[in-house]
């Protein structure tokens, strides 16, 4: 009887073996010892230079104020140069813009090697982007164990192939239209200046065409003034990363004055913050981004650093995954403000000054009043005086856009449109602070979910109608499925890999 037990529990642990083994993955079938103990999630290398980008990004706005489509372009090239240092040692990848450069064989296709090609090419281009935070970026090679100061473009060693990456795409991109140097004809050399001579039909004083933009003046927060202008209004003429052109995916016309669709749009702006609930208030400022902002890109860069950190992303996941999201924020920039300009469409703030003037509404009367009952033709978006509206055109919604192709992107990057993050905020902290209320919990079920919640955001705070912000939206998904086919190919899945 002992014997036959013992027959039996040897069955049994054969049974459970065979069980696991048929039901394990092929993948897992052989253990890799490097990739079994490689860094995972914020541990990973390329994640550390994601958050120093994030860093730089931060500053870079608190030194020249808000520019989104600016910052869109350093985070799209910094992730494709280190996207192309990555490529040289991967079986299959293609670099973007990194030429004459051979393929590492496989015994060359190490972590150390990666980590080292990737560093070079991170540090290079932030010096490159973010030139303010050089120190930051050198102290960030040395903690590595790097040497800063190798400018090695040998195409033989990690190093090389890193400098080589970072210089072949800031070569590359030099005349791409941004106008970084000022170097484009009538800049005066002056970086970022509009060299198209855009002049808005309106003046932030006379409304001449009420279809148009109209420029609004801000608090100068020392008790004067000023209207900003328009923020890069050249910027459709940036040759976009993946994209074939700014207008691929052009939206039809806005609803103009006169139409009954914009008659009930604005209507809908107007009832939404006259009844903003402490979670409304929350999603607003959460979505604006705040003090030490880093943008849209970069918002959507946390977030894809929020999927590393859950899923334990390897360097190799991080390194694909910021290029996806970060190219899908560079394009739906360029194709949002091919739209914003070729439209140049007004926005909520003077609109309902023209569809509520001389009526009783309730509304946001700003930090020291709150809400109140005033004329339409006082009516102004949920926001602190010092930025009360992005200056530029409307349609579309760039976080609408942005925040529909990078959802989408993370989506069809990890092959499900589950989330899951959350985050505890305090209503009113950014717009008023001496009417605080108790803090609240932004859930974000799935990356379409998210992507919504801050599209429609824009609508709740009064910077946009539904029209900016669902167009916006689908312009972006379609920027995204665009991108992600390009990026099936960069990765190795086309049979002319070189």
């Not at 400098?163 to 000022?182: C, W």
């Not at 946001?364 to 709150?370: A, L, S």
Request: hydrophobic share 35%.
């Amino acid at each position: 009887m002992k014997l036959k037990l013992q027959h039996l529990c040897v069955l049994m642990v054969f049974l459970c073996l065979f069980s696991h083994c048929k039901n394990t993955p092929k993948k897992t079938e052989t253990v890799n010892i490097e990739v079994e103990n490689e860094p995972k999630g914020e541990n990973n290398v390329a994640y550390q230079w994601a958050y120093v980008a994030l860093e730089a990004t931060a500053n870079d706005t608190d030194m020249f104020k808000p520019r989104p489509t600016i910052t869109s372009r350093f985070l799209g090239l910094i992730f494709t140069s280190m996207f192309d240092a990555w490529s040289r040692y991967d079986d299959k990848a293609i670099p973007v813009y990194l030429k004459n450069v051979d393929r590492c064989p496989t015994n060359k296709q190490t972590l150390k090697n990666k980590e080292i090609a990737i560093s070079y090419a991170a540090y290079g281009a932030l010096k490159e982007y973010y030139f303010s935070d050089s120190l930051m970026f050198s102290n960030k090679m040395k903690a590595l164990g790097l040497d800063p100061n190798n400018t090695s473009l040998d195409p033989q060693t990690p190093e090389g192939i890193g400098n080589l990456a970072a210089k072949m795409v800031i070569e590359s991109r030099k005349n791409d239209g941004s106008n970084q140097y000022g170097a484009v004809e009538g800049s005066n050399g002056k970086p970022y200046f509009d060299y198209t001579g855009y002049r808005p039909v309106n003046d932030p004083d006379t409304n001449v065409d009420i279809n148009k933009w109209q420029p609004k003046y801000f608090s100068d927060g020392k008790g004067g003034r000023f209207a900003p202008g328009c923020l890069t209004p050249y910027w459709q003429k940036v040759k976009p990363l993946l994209l074939k052109s700014s207008d691929q995916f052009r939206p039809g016309p806005p609803p103009l004055v006169g139409s009954e669709q914009l008659e009930e749009e604005i209507a809908e702006v107007v009832e939404l913050q006259a009844n903003l609930t402490p979670e409304n208030k929350a999603l607003v400022e959460f979505m604006r981004d705040g003090p030490k902002s880093v943008q849209q890109a970069g918002h959507w860069l946390k977030f894809a650093q929020d999927v590393s950190r859950r899923d334990k992303n390897t360097l190799d996941d991080d390194v694909k995954m910021y290029f996806l999201v970060e190219s899908v924020a560079m394009d739906a920039f360029i194709a949002c403000w091919d739209s914003k300009m070729f439209y140049d469409f007004a926005r909520p703030y003077a609109l309902v000054h023209k569809y509520f003037e001389d009526k009783d509404i309730k509304a946001w009367g700003g930090p020291e009043v709150g809400m109140t009952t005033l004329k339409g033709q006082f009516w102004r978006p949920y926001s602190p005086d010092v930025f009360l509206c992005p200056p530029f055109p409307s349609y579309v919604s760039g976080h609408s856009t942005i925040s529909g192709g990078c959802a989408e992107a993370l989506k069809l990057f990890t092959g499900n449109d589950f989330f899951g993050e959350e985050v505890t905020l305090i209503p009113g902290a950014l717009t008023e602070p001496d009417n605080l209320e108790d803090p609240v919990v932004l859930k974000f079920p799935t990356f379409t979910e998210t992507g919504e919640m801050a599209g429609i955001s824009r609508v709740m705070g009064g910077y946009h109608i539904q029209a900016d912000n669902i167009e916006g939206l689908e312009l972006g998904r379609k920027v995204a499925r665009y991108n992600y086919k390009k990026y099936l190919n960069l990765i190795g899945n086309d049979a002319n890999a070189q």
